[in-house]
C-alpha cells in the first residue's frame, strides 16, 4: 500500500477558503478518479516560521503503478487548478510513503 502525501502551507487569508474547496471539492474529486481508496486531511500541529498554517492531505493507493497514473492522467489538472485559485497563498510539497505494517 502506497500513500500519496501532499504538505500544504496556505496563508491565513485564504485559510478557510482552502479549507472548504479541500474537503467539498478537492479531495472528493481526487477520490473519484477511482486511484485511491481513502484520503485523510490532518493539520500539522508545528507553526511554520514562514507563518500560515500547514495540512498534509493523505491519499491511500494500492500500488506505486496506480500512483504513477494518476500523476500521468490526473494530477497536472488538479495542480493547476490549486494553482489558479490560490496562486503565491499556497506552498506545496509531495512525498511517496510506503506502509511496512499497520498495528
Known amino acids: 500500500m502506497i500513500i500519496y502525501n501532499v504538505t500544504t502551507n496556505i496563508h491565513e487569508s485564504v485559510h478557510n477558503q482552502w479549507i472548504i474547496w479541500m474537503q467539498h471539492k478537492h479531495i472528493p474529486e481526487i477520490l473519484a478518479t477511482g486511484k485511491f481508496s481513502s484520503a485523510r486531511l490532518v493539520r500539522v500541529l508545528i507553526e511554520e516560521e514562514m ?32 494553482a489558479k485559485l490560490f496562486g503565491d497563498k499556497m506552498l506545496a510539497f509531495r512525498t511517496e510513503l510506503e506502509v511496512i505494517s499497520d498495528h
Open 51 to 82: 507563518g500560515g498554517v500547514t495540512y498534509s492531505a493523505q491519499y491511500t493507493t494500492d500500488s506505486k503503478e496506480t500512483l504513477e497514473k494518476y500523476y500521468q492522467e490526473d494530477a497536472p489538472r488538479f495542480r493547476e487548478e490549486g
